[in-house]
């Protein structure tokens, strides 16, 4: 069974940086998009950043030029690089599929302090 587990969170300042990984049991990455998504506390689940097969990007407004996603389809896993952070970037970070086709992980928790 496709497990995901995200790690890498914390509290940083303003300004700080922080990189989220997620791992993935089995191996599900070489052939999907994969996708890095938030949920701040009383909001709904939004989409940050995807990544495709062959590396090519897309980001969310909000962190275009701040997060960069990667991936390493041989060790089945993905990066989110988060630079510049800011207050409103606090939220649990999750990642799945572009589909959301995986069982959702726990999330790492980012807060950032203004």
């Known amino acids: 069974q496709v497990q995901l587990v995200e790690s890498g969170g914390g509290l940083v300042q303003a300004g700080g940086s922080l990189r989220l990984s997620c791992a993935a049991s089995?191996?599900?990455?070489?052939?999907?998009?994969m996708a890095w998504y938030r949920q701040a506390p009383g909001k709904r689940r939004e989409l940050v950043a995807h990544?495709?097969?062959?590396?090519?990007?897309n980001y969310a407004d909000s962190v275009k030029g701040r997060f960069t996603i990667s991936r390493d389809n041989f060790k089945n896993t993905v990066y989110l690089q988060m630079n510049s952070l800011k207050a409103e970037d606090t939220a649990v970070y999750y990642c799945?599929?572009?589909?959301?086709?995986?069982?959702w992980g726990q999330g790492t928790q980012v807060t950032v302090s203004s």
């Open positions: 089995g191996s599900i990455f070489s052939g999907n998009v």
């Open positions: 799945n599929g572009l589909r959301s086709q995986f069982p």
């Open positions: 990544i495709s097969p062959l590396g090519f990007t």
